[in-house]
Nanobody, 128 residues
Framework: QVQLVESGGGLVQAGGSLRLSCAAS????????MGWFRQAPGKEREFVAA????????YYTVSVKGRFTISRDRAKNTVYLQMNSLKPEDTAVYYC?????????????????????WGQGTQVTVSS
């Protein structure tokens, strides 16, 4: 059974940090790009960050650039999202996803419909 399991969410004060993890099982994801998305109450799921299958390229939405860092450990089949200088507007459920395209070398950014596996999400709450 293929699974993506996020962890590391929680409650943190503004300016604090959290590190999210996304552990994959059931198959290797070392040959596909991985991404983080988030969804706040009443809003659509939005792209946060993505990393290429090789780990050599990353892409961030403007609102998190310089504060968040995506990385991956291909040997551990795990993707991370280091979140620093958190703001109340970062409050959301964070999801990791796996791109459906093997060894894709195009743009690191991909819309949600290019992702065919999703985790269950982890809640991040930033208090002011």
């Amino acid at each position: 059974q293929v699974q993506l399991v996020e962890s590391g969410g929680g409650l943190v004060q503004a300016g604090g940090s959290l590190r999210l993890s996304c552990a994959a099982s059931g198959r290797t994801f070392s040959n596909v790009a991985m991404g983080w998305f988030r969804q706040a109450p009443g809003k659509e799921r939005e792209f946060v960050a993505a990393i290429s299958w090789s780990g050599g390229s990353t892409y961030y939405t403007v609102s998190v650039k310089g504060r968040f860092t995506i990385s991956r450990d291909r040997a551990k089949n795990t993707v991370y999202l280091q979140m620093n200088s958190l703001k109340p507007e970062d409050t959301a459920v964070y999801y990791c996803g796996a791109d459906r395209r093997l060894f894709y070398s195009g743009s690191v950014y991909s819309p949600p419909h290019e992702y065919n596996y999703w985790g269950q999400g982890t809640q991040v709450t930033v208090s002011s």
